[in-house]
């Protein structure tokens, strides 16, 4: 990984990379902690942001480059394209070829149903790491450790809402993952009740 450090780092620039690595270092922990692979954990973190580029142009012409087809959902909510164009990029360019891993990074802006705790563990790193600020924050951050779904629940809520507020297109996969996280975690603690 490291030796596409400069590749990455011209790309997206300094401030994303140094977000990148503080995206890792989260995803490390919360991997160790929920005893999952931590060489999956740092290569999605890694990658995750691989295609990050505020250039719309340089986003369309990347994605002409390796084959993404533009939907509807990413042409009204481009901030998304990023996400699915570095899973492109990371299995093409990087030689990522786990398709978990490659989930990870595909979805660790919009989510998706049913996510595996690989793509739990990048959105809410990339969600919650260190020099993000808002209200609230840090107590995500601890329910990051003891509930992962409800963590993802909130960092889904909240980014709906915050979508909402700022008038911007809401995707059908951020809406289906937090339905579907809400229904999981209702459906649990029903159980716990009986």
Known sequence: MEENKEEILNLV????????????????????????SVEKAEKAAYYHDCAKSRDYDKLKELSKQYGLKLTYDMQKAPKIIHA???????????G?????????IRYHTTGRENMSL??????????????????????????????IDMALYKCLDRTIVYLIEKEEYLVSETVSARNYIMEKLKWQNSLRHL
């Open 13 to 36: 620039g300094k401030t994303r990379y140094e977000h990148i690595l503080r995206v890792k270092d989260m995803a490390l922990d919360l991997a160790k902690h929920y005893n999952i």
């Open 84 to 94: 699915f164009l570095g899973a492109l990029i990371a299995e093409k360019k990087y």
């Open 96 to 104: 990522v070829n786990d398709p978990e891993i490659l989930d990870a």
């Open 118 to 147: 690989l793509e739990k563990i990048i959105f809410v790193s990339d969600y919650l790491e260190p020099a993000r600020k808002f209200e609230g924050i840090d107590e995500i951050r601890k329910l990051a450790y003891k509930d």
